[in-house]
């Protein structure tokens, strides 16, 4: 484990250039304020976005402070820093899946029978359609895309135990949700190599995020793109609006050449909060789509790292796949200026973007 940074073909600035302004705390009271005033704090969803904002903000501000004022390049321990992440991975899969304020309407199938007084429905000329059940559910459920009426449940993954096996689940669910967690926190953090590239992303992906929410807490467009049905979680609508805000205004300084850098305190935060976001929305199998930046640097490094190591153990030399990770710095080794690269990186997020919204109702 004697490797340096370079030789394993990592970013060496840092972990990211000292971020002497600290940005992040900029980025995260632009989130808080206009959340803080106009959204309904004791809306369980509202809180638990709040809490994530403020948790991770935490931890990512005690690592620019290492950094900055005590002089140390390596920042906050890694280990620690899971450790916060797992914290609030914690606190969500615990909260999601035993409140009582978090739940869903289950669709009414054609093909069911069900009391007109149990019934959702609006009317559409002389007829009226069956929509969702007015009973609210404690659901383990989330959104699969591409598939038929794309709904899954974690219970699947213990469900060949045999009977009874449904008050377990959070065996399954809550370590999934400490998984997204980290991953797409740590994703946004290693995105934030270059001037705008993970702002802009984030912007982008929390535009997505946010038409994800809204008809997710709409009724009649749920019925329409056949999702389900989640009650109050359309007031994160408000949340998600400061979120873009926020992100937007701060890549107005944050583009190259940037004034301004959001450190940890903002990048470890802003992947945190799509993550909490996607999963109380129940569309956390879409993040590989619309998180694939995040994803796509993810995968560099632990491809570089790990096909370092491996040659290295066979062959006695360390070798790798990408010039430098993580992938955004492989294009810089090519030669491609810094705008370039963020802006192409930006169009496919766009794009990715796009697709995830099509998918629902691609089936």
Known sequence: MGETVRDLGLDGQAIKQGTPTMGGLIILAAILVPTLLFAKLLNIYIILVLATTVWLGI??????????????????????????????GLIVGFTMYFSHDIVIRERIRKTAYVPTSEVFSVESGAEKTKLFSKTAVKSTKTTIPFVKNNEFDYNWFISWIGPGTKKWTWLVFIPIVIFIVISVSNGANLTDGLDGLATGSSAIIGLTLGVLAYVSGNIVFANYLNIMYI????????????????????????????????????????????????ILIRKEILIPIFCGIFLAENLSVVLQV??????????????????????????????????????????????????????????
């Not at 390049?73 to 620690?80: A, D, H, M, R, V």
């Not at 400061?242 to 935060?269: K, R």
């Not at 090519?334 to 998918?359: C, D, N, P, W």
């Open 59 to 88: 931890v990512g501000f005690l690592d620019d402070y290492i950094k900055v004022f005590k002089k140390d390049k390596k920042g906050l321990p890694g280990k620690l820093k899971v450790l916060g992440q797992i914290g609030i």
């Open 231 to 278: 009650p109050n979680s359309g007031e994160l609508a408000i949340y998600i609006s400061a979120f873009i805000g926020a992100c937007i205004g701060f890549l107005w300084y944050n583009s190259y050449p940037a004034q301004v850098f959001m450190g940890d305190t903002g990048s470890l935060a802003l992947g945190g909060i799509v993550a909490v976001f996607a």
């Open 306 to 363: 790990s096909w370092f190591k491996y040659t290295k153990r066979r062959y006695g030399e360390g070798r790798r796949i990408f010039r430098m990770s993580p992938l955004h710095h492989h294009f810089q080794k090519l030669g491609y200026h810094e705008s370039k690269i963020v802006i192409r990186f930006l169009i496919v997020g766009i794009m990715l973007a796009v697709l995830t919204i099509v998918t629902l109702k691609l089936r």
